[in-house]
């Protein structure tokens, strides 16, 4: 019988506990404020003046304690009490929702909005901005690499006919068309990458990374302009992005078949490429180019096509409801 006691009377204590904590959350929820002229104030829950004091009931610490009545903002009291009655956000409230604006239209300043309703993502990469049934999308650009024909038998034999010729040799993408086709045939491009993701796919391993390194090197920045599209030859199950040829000195050069395009900045370290002419269907890629350095042999595809299946996993505009009219105004109830 002992153990059941004990037990019984242990929910009676943790049922007070509940009773009370509840009392002094609820009280707390019907509190008033009593402001001071210091701009600090009092949650109670009533008050009483005599002559110069004031004494209240405190909803934190549910005493009674008392003030000097010269102490009290009566003018700002009264209005808070009004403000509350009438269902004015309170200030603290209302700086909250300054703060959550503040913070809305920065993280809207990394990811902008291409199209009603459909913003980029914020862990960037490359996305192809499309329209698929007259509805925007965005669809992500995965990197392919391209390989090196070094075309042997051709140059051998173009050698033995003319020894001082020069080499060729072409970059080569497997199947004749990308993953990703575009129905739009004036499709944006926008590219956020990794600062040392793109430092070291654009270079690549060189003889000064084999030496002894400083442990924090200092990364130049790459110009933003650095990203063109190019058109693909289809050439047996190939796509030929690019030409490189070697001189009989041991020059190399690079050709591409380049489109015309604009360079933009954006927001949130975005940019947006677009071509200056609406694309012909065909195969494309877009490649970054750094000066003498060339051509990085990673790319990203894609293809033109209206009449192409829609892209798999494309990102979709997020419709916003409109807000439904309130149907409780007028229905005001007496607040204490």
């Known amino acids: 019988m002992k153990p059941s006691i004990r037990a019984y009377l242990g929910l009676l204590v943790l049922g007070g506990c509940f009773v009370a904590l509840s009392l002094h959350t609820f009280a707390q929820e019907l509190s008033k404020r009593l402001i001071l002229k210091d701009g600090s104030f009092q949650l109670v829950t009533k008050w009483e003046v005599h002559g110069d004091r004031v004494r209240y009931l405190s909803a934190e610490r549910n005493e009674w304690e008392e003030l000097p009545d010269s102490l009290v903002d009566w003018p700002a009291t009264d209005k808070y009490a ?4 009438a269902g004015v956000p309170t200030p603290e409230a209302a700086e909250l929702d300054k703060e959550m604006e503040a913070e809305r239209q920065a993280e809207e300043a990394k990811n902008p909005q291409v199209a009603p309703g459909l913003r980029l993502p914020e862990d960037g990469g490359v996305f192809l901005l499309d329209s698929f049934q007259s509805q925007p999308q965005l669809v992500m650009m995965q990197q392919t690499s391209g390989e090196l024909n070094r075309n042997r038998k051709g140059n051998i034999l173009h050698a033995a006919i003319n020894p001082i010729a020069s080499s060729k040799q072409t970059i080569e993408l ?6 990703v086709q575009a129905h739009a045939t004036l499709p944006s491009i926008y590219i956020r990458l990794d600062p040392e993701q793109a430092l070291d796919a654009a270079s690549g391993p060189s003889p000064a990374s084999q030496t002894t390194q400083p442990q924090q090197p200092q990364q130049p920045e790459l110009p933003f302009d650095r990203f063109h599209i190019i058109r693909a030859q289809s050439k047996h199950d190939k796509r030929i992005v690019g030409d490189i040829k070697i001189n009989p000195l041991g020059k190399t050069s690079q050709e591409q078949n380049l489109i015309i395009t604009a360079s933009q900045r954006l927001t ?6 677009t071509p200056s002419v609406a694309l012909q269907p065909g195969e494309y890629a877009v490649v970054e180019i750094l000066g003498k350095e060339g051509m990085n042999t990673y790319v990203w595809d894609f293809g033109v096509n209206p009449d192409a299946p829609a892209n798999g996993f494309a990102l979709k505009p997020v419709v916003t409801p409109a807000p439904q009219p309130d149907q409780s105004k007028g229905l005001q109830t007496q607040r204490p």
């Open 82 to 85: 009004k403000d509350r009655a």
């Open 174 to 179: 497997e199947g004749l068309h990308a993953t």
């Open 268 to 273: 949130g370290g975005w940019i947006k490429l």
